[in-house]
């Protein structure tokens, strides 16, 4: 199985911060990526897909990057309801597998 | 509008067998394009993938969960069945299941989940 390796597992960050989460894969996955949001209580809500494109209705401050084995989400500018837990997750396997999360949290 | 529930017992014993059924609506399971995975979640740990069950009724399963899981769809009622035997407590989890093959057939990301359905493992 592909394993997806996020750091870092936390991070305090201000309203107005650039934030940066990387997320490598155990394999070469060809921007075969997706990432998520979730907040406590409720289901992952999809940002990102095939690595950069940003699902419908996503802000424009979520952006991706990446290739071969190493992506990153970035927020360019942190808002309130942007403190969440982020995943991303490898779909070039039909054996999906998630990163363990990185939790965004109020400086 | 698109949307998928979980439904199935909050509470069952060790050894018992866990069924949960996904139904979803504003989309059709024979859909070529449309599959539906199962993924869980621990209180407080990471999210899970366990089983997938693609359009043409191919399945998938997660590999250390493989010999305990089936995964099965009834079409005609809009429904996702997994079936987990041997329950341990380490099973707690809220249980989701979420779509497949909204955005691109190339793009088998989870696009839309249902809310989830928390299920305790304990005697």
């Known amino acids: 199985d592909i394993q997806m390796t996020q750091s870092p597992s936390s991070l305090s960050a201000s309203v107005g911060d650039r934030v940066t989460i990387t997320c490598r894969a155990s394999q070469g996955i060809s921007n075969s990526l997706a990432w998520y949001q979730q907040k406590p209580g409720k289901a992952p809500k999809l940002l990102l897909y095939?690595?950069?494109r940003l699902e419908s209705g996503v802000p424009s401050r979520f952006s991706g990057s990446g290739s071969g084995t190493d992506y990153t989400l970035t927020i360019s500018s942190l808002q309130p309801e942007d403190f969440a837990t982020y995943y991303c997750?490898?779909?070039?396997?039909?054996?999906?597998?998630f990163g363990q999360g990185t939790k965004v949290e109020i400086k | 509008q698109v949307t998928l529930k979980e439904s199935g017992p909050v509470l069952v014993k060790p050894t018992e067998t866990l069924t949960l059924t996904c139904t979803v609506s504003g989309f059709s399971l024979s859909n070529a394009r449309m599959g539906v995975s199962w993924i869980r979640q621990p209180p407080g740990k990471a999210l899970e993938w366990l089983a997938h069950i693609f359009s043409n009724d191919e399945k998938s399963y997660s590999t250390s969960l493989k010999s305990r899981l089936t995964i099965s769809k009834d079409t005609s009622k809009s429904q996702v069945v997994l079936t987990m035997t041997n329950m341990d407590p380490v099973d707690t989890a809220t249980y989701y299941c979420a779509r497949t093959g909204g955005i691109a057939a190339a793009d088998p990301a989870f696009d839309i989940w249902g809310q989830g359905t928390m299920v305790t493992v304990s005697s």
């Open positions: 997750q490898q779909y070039y396997s039909t054996l999906w597998t």
């Open positions: 095939a690595a950069s």
